[in-house]
Nanobody, 124 residues
Framework: QVQLAESGGGLVQAGGTLRLSCAYS????????LGWFRQAPGKEREFVAT????????QYADSVEGRLNISRDNAKNTMYLQMNGLKPEDTAVYYC?????????????????WGPGTQVTVSS
């Protein structure tokens, strides 16, 4: 059974940092692209960051470029989202996701597997 589980969310002040983790199991994601998405109350789920299977290609939403960094540790079956310079508008539930294919993708529909999400709240 494929499982993804996020951790590391919480409450932080504006300008602060958080590191989200996503542990995955039940499938070999070595050849899979990975991604992070978020959903704020009353809004649609939106793309945050994605990386291809090797981690050599990454892409970010304009709103987070330069502040967030996606990475993966294949030995630990874990992906990360380092979040720096957090802003109140970053407040949302953050989801990790995995594709079956190797190419990075910004579309939620391209991802087959999802975690349940973790809440990130940034106070002003």
């Amino acid at each position: 059974q494929v499982q993804l589980a996020e951790s590391g969310g919480g409450l932080v002040q504006a300008g602060g940092t958080l590191r989200l983790s996503c542990a995955y199991s039940g499938y070999s994601f070595l050849d899979s692209a990975l991604g992070w998405f978020r959903q704020a109350p009353g809004k649609e789920r939106e793309f945050v960051a994605t990386m291809n299977w090797s981690g050599r290609f990454t892409q970010y939403a304009d709103s987070v470029e330069g502040r967030l960094n996606i990475s993966r540790d294949n030995a630990k079956n874990t992906m990360y989202l380092q979040m720096n310079g957090l802003k109140p508008e970053d407040t949302a539930v953050y989801y990790c996701a995995a594709r079956k294919g190797p190419s990075a993708d910004i579309r939620p529909s391209a991802y087959a597997y999802w975690g349940p999400g973790t809440q990130v709240t940034v106070s002003s």
